[in-house]
């Protein structure tokens, strides 16, 4: 078991490292360009592990021994979720490997791509297996890292396909494009905002029990030790990085720009790594905190109402921002944090509903994994194929592209849902756990909810729609790809394992009644709704008259202005402050200060000055009048 727990990590790196270091000595030779097979065997590998895993590892935690007298060692830990989620993680890296041998043959730098694309998978596979937080944490550190490197890729900003936004536009004084080098370190920087106070929880969490491994933490003995306040405090502050990870409200401008990115990376980052990662790290907490259990521990109710609408809320925002997006990726982009947010909210709904919830939180989170990253390798074809970002197309595209039009069908279908496909099921459980929680929290979570899947699934829709029937103009420029179609194809098909799993209850926890809830009245009368919006964003996939309400949504809501000029206004004043502290207290103590001492030692000086002139007048005065006396006495 030990070293094939190790080669699930380090095969992808290792397997990188050839190209990563011929590259820099023959840049672009036909030898280098190779070598990406290589990296793609590593991700192989990866996968026939996770798989192995999967099938034959009995529950339960391995550990290997770091620093043992502090409680501080490298632990694994293999359950439903780590199985499941390692195994889709895994899966998804491979087929965009392979997607990616086509789609980057001809990049000018392959050697740092395949690198950090290799680091960014072990990375999440080591976030998914790891139950001590600190090891967590270096996969963690992992992702922050590959994903600048991989989003900040095409650092030239030499090419407008690789720009969001429309490439020399404003409003106001607020530039709304943005090139690779800034979409890196936009990404990497708003990360960092909530990875510090993650950080620091951490570090708490292991001052107050003495241990790091999620499974083993007496979370509600925790809680109780800490009292409300600090309950909330210290959750926050470690939720932070899950937050600003998975682009939860306010830190949701970074993944709109991070689709400067190669396609293959939005895949991959918005599917089984990086944003996942703080969605899968909240459902772990909630596993083994068991929140349902904790009613009577003060502090773990307003935790979760937290979460709760910081999710839904997010969801809305998320799902209204596609709705106006016309540039491919970004519409994704925006979806997936909407999807990010429904998850966060289910999840976060288990302190009232129970772990079911937490089951239909992450049967989403897989759900929403394969048909994203169908999506978004199809995005990235027709990207390749009409040199637009933007959608375009018609039935003549589709026919010319028909396996990435028949997949985009299924993908949106699968995710919007419609009955009778993989989502419809997933959402019927949302559905039931938001009306069931109505009765404690009120109303509002069934309802941003139930607007969130009417959005979701018409921007689906306009995306099908605006790319392969009713788009642009476009020009065409296929190039016989063939390992293209094929990753997505095969993707894409996951959608209906999993649908089987759900209709046929062969999942090992069939307690997720799933079935039984789409079969419910309500949530059939939902689906229709969902299935209505749908067919209608299909046929109308832009209302001309709305069209300033849709830039206004597209703009993101001019929360970029958030980031790209409030914020940064804030700091340049900071800075100025600080600068100008700094300049004051420079001069206070190398001129002010000493100026002052040394008038002051001037004063006190003439001061003893003066008074010893006095005193010898005195001194001279007593002197003479005893020598007048001692005269007369001699007189």
């Known amino acids: 078991m030990n070293w094939e727990i190790v080669l699930l990590f380090v095969a992808p790196v290792i397997c990188s490292l050839p190209i990563a270091f011929y590259w820099v000595k023959e840049p672009g030779s036909d030898r280098a360009r190779k070598l990406p097979?290589?990296?793609?065997?590593?991700?192989?590998?990866?996968?026939?592990?996770?798989?192995?895993?999967?099938?034959?590892?009995?529950?339960g935690t391995y550990t290997i021994p770091w620093l043992p007298e502090y409680n501080i060692n490298f632990v694994f830990i293999f359950d439903y979720l780590s199985k499941y989620m390692g195994a889709l993680t895994a899966f998804i890296a491979f087929m965009i490997g392979l997607y990616g041998l086509e789609y980057m043959k001809h990049d000018y730098r392959l050697g740092w791509y395949w690198f950090f694309f290799n680091m960014f998978t072990a990375s999440m596979l080591l976030v998914v297996y790891s139950d001590n937080l600190l090891m967590l944490l270096i996969g963690w550190e992992g992702l922050g890292l590959a994903s600048w490197g991989l989003i900040g890729h095409w650092f030239r900003d030499d090419d407008h396909l690789s720009y969001v936004g429309v490439v020399g536009r404003k409003v106001g004084p607020l530039k709304m494009y943005w090139p690779p080098s800034y979409g890196g370190w936009r990404a990497i920087s708003t990360i960092r905002i909530g990875d510090m106070p993650m950080f620091f929880a951490v570090a708490a969490i292991y001052a107050l029990t003495g241990n790091l491994n999620i499974s083993q933490i007496h979370w509600g003995v925790l809680f109780t030790k800490i009292g409300l306040?600090?309950?909330?405090?210290?959750m926050l502050c470690f939720l932070m990085g899950p937050f600003t990870k998975s682009a939860q409200l306010p830190f949701s401008e970074w993944l709109m720009t991070?689709?400067?990115?190669?396609?293959?990376?939005s895949a991959l980052l918005h599917s089984a790594t990086m944003v996942a990662a703080g969605t899968y790290l909240f459902i772990r907490l909630s596993w083994y905190i068991h929140p349902w259990a904790l009613h009577a521990v003060p502090g773990v109710s307003v935790l979760y109402y937290i979460v709760l609408l910081v999710g839904l809320f997010s969801a809305l925002y998320g799902a209204s921002v596609a709705i106006g997006c016309l540039e491919r990726k970004v519409l994704l982009a925006a979806s997936t944090m909407s999807s990010l947010g429904l998850m966060f909210g289910c999840a976060a709904?288990?302190?009232?509903?129970?772990?079911?919830?937490?089951?239909?939180?992450?049967?989403?989170?897989?759900?929403?994994a394969f048909a994203k990253a169908t999506l978004f390798l199809v995005a990235g074809h027709l990207i390749h194929a009409t040199h637009d970002r933007f959608c375009c197309g018609d039935l003549n595209l589709a026919k010319k592209m028909k396996t990435a039009f028949i997949a985009t069908i299924i993908a949106t279908i699968a995710l919007g849902g419609l009955p009778p496909l993989t989502a419809y099921w997933v959402k019927a459980g949302m559905d039931t756990v938001m009306h069931h929680i109505a009765e404690t929290v009120g109303s509002l979570p069934l309802d941003l909810l139930l607007i969130t899947s009417l959005l979701y699934s018409a921007f689906l829709a306009k995306f099908l729609s605006l790319n392969f029937w009713k788009g642009d103009k476009y020009h065409l420029h296929l190039h016989g790809e063939k390992l293209m179609p094929f990753?997505?194809?095969?993707?894409?098909?996951?959608?209906?394992?999993l649908l089987y799993r759900i209709l046929t209850g062969t999942d090992p926890l069939a307690e997720t009644h799933l079935l039984e809830y789409g079969l419910d009245k309500d949530s059939f009368?939902?689906?229709?709704?969902?299935?209505?919006?749908?067919?209608?964003?299909?046929?109308?996939?832009?209302?001309r008259a709305l069209s300033p309400i849709?830039?206004?949504?597209?703009?993101?809501?001019?929360?970029?202005?958030?980031?790209?000029?409030?914020?940064?206004?804030?700091?340049?004043?900071?800075?100025?402050?600080?600068?100008?502290?700094?300049?004051?207290?420079?001069?206070?103590?190398?001129?002010?200060?000493?100026?002052?001492m040394l008038g002051i030692s001037r004063r006190i000086r003439a001061i003893q000055v003066g008074y010893m002139r006095v005193y010898m007048k005195i001194a001279l005065a007593f002197v003479m009048a005893a020598i007048v006396v001692s005269m007369l006495g001699w007189l």
Do not use: Q
Request: charged share 5%.
């Open 229 to 234: 306040a600090g309950t909330v405090f210290l």
């Open 258 to 265: 991070a689709m400067t990115g190669p396609t293959t990376v």
């Open 550 to 596: 849709g830039t206004f949504l597209g703009d993101r809501m001019y929360l970029p202005a958030l980031n790209d000029f409030i914020v940064p206004s804030i700091g340049w004043a900071i800075s100025k402050l600080i600068e100008y502290t700094h300049k004051a207290i420079d001069w206070f103590c190398h001129f002010g200060l000493p100026d002052g």
């Open 37 to 59: 097979m290589l990296s793609v065997f590593g991700l192989f590998i990866s996968f026939v592990i996770a798989i192995h895993i999967l099938l034959t590892y009995p529950n």
């Open 525 to 543: 009368i939902v689906g229709l709704g969902v299935t209505g919006t749908y067919l209608f964003a299909l046929v109308v996939p832009r209302i």
């Open 349 to 368: 709904a288990s302190y009232w509903y129970g772990k079911l919830a937490v089951l239909i939180a992450f049967w989403y989170l897989m759900t929403h």
């Open 487 to 497: 990753a997505y194809a095969c993707v894409v098909s996951m959608v209906f394992l």
